[in-house]
């Protein structure tokens, strides 16, 4: 293995390690609106792309790889909007005053912070990335179904709204639409981001370690 593989299998048994810390503080909290939040989904899809990738990152299986590579970056892109949608949203919106709520526990600061930057900064820096175009495509269409599927849970009365833009009842019809267009954009750019990032400082990377 070269040094930025090993960096890379260091990271991600580093994520998957503080991933499952947070999910057993969260689900010791609560169980029944676990999978109603975007961070949870987005944290337990990150620790199983680690274990893959730590346990077929050497495969023979073109497949596998390839699915491997898909989930890392499916993660990678998913969990940057949480970091940025926490950082950025929801701590501004709240004055602050969320800040303890959102990363004062730790469940909150594992999965809205530790695991987002470790795993992140192991795809984008040491990792096989996507390379079509076409691959921007996975991130997007998970968090549209999504947010389709918290919509309409809303909608029919059968879960509470785990975000204030997804309450159906207390906004109007066009903010709802403004809301989801937005996150839409958003998840699409970040798609975009993260590729470039990862096809662009990956091989930097890869580079510096192959000089003698």
Same mark, same amino acid.
């Given at each position: 293995?070269? %040094? ?14 503080? #991933? +499952? ?20 989904? *987005? ?20 497949? $596998?790889?390839?699915?491997?590579? +898909? ?16 950082? +950025?949203?929801?701590?501004? $919106? *709240? ?5 303890? /709520?959102?990363? #004062? ?9 530790? +695991?987002?930057?470790? *795993? ?6 040491? @990792?096989? #990335?996507?390379?079509? /175009? %076409? ?11 999504? *947010? ?26 066009? @903010? ?7 996150? $839409? ?9 993260? /590729?470039?990032?990862?096809? %662009?400082?990956? /091989?930097? %990377? @890869? ?6």
């Amino acid at each position: 293995m070269t %040094k930025r593989q090993n960096i890379a299998l260091i990271l991600n048994i580093a994520a998957f390690v503080f #991933g +499952c810390v947070g999910i057993i503080f969260r689900l010791m909290h609560s169980l029944g609106d676990f999978f109603l939040y975007y961070t949870q989904i *987005s944290n337990v899809i990150a620790v199983i792309s680690s274990a893959m990738y730590i346990a077929f990152r050497n495969t023979d299986s073109g497949k $596998m790889r390839t699915f491997v590579i +898909c989930t890392r970056y499916l993660t990678a892109c998913m969990l940057t909007m949480t970091f940025i949608v926490v950082m +950025c949203i929801f701590i501004p $919106m *709240s004055g602050g005053a969320a800040t303890g /709520r959102l990363l #004062g526990s730790v469940n909150g600061i594992m999965h809205h912070a530790v +695991c987002p930057v470790i *795993s992140v900064t192991s795809y984008i820096f040491f @990792e096989d #990335g996507v390379k079509t /175009r %076409k691959a921007m495509l996975i991130p997007f269409i998970a968090t549209a179904i999504y *947010s389709f599927t918290i919509y309409t849970l809303n909608f029919l009365r059968l879960a509470g709204a785990p975000y204030p833009f997804f309450e159906v009842y207390d906004h109007p019809v066009h @903010e709802l639409v403004i809301w989801f267009f937005a996150l $839409m954009a958003l998840v699409a750019a970040i798609a975009a981001a993260v /590729r470039f990032a990862n096809l %662009k400082l990956s /091989r930097e %990377k @890869e580079k510096e370690h192959e000089v003698p």
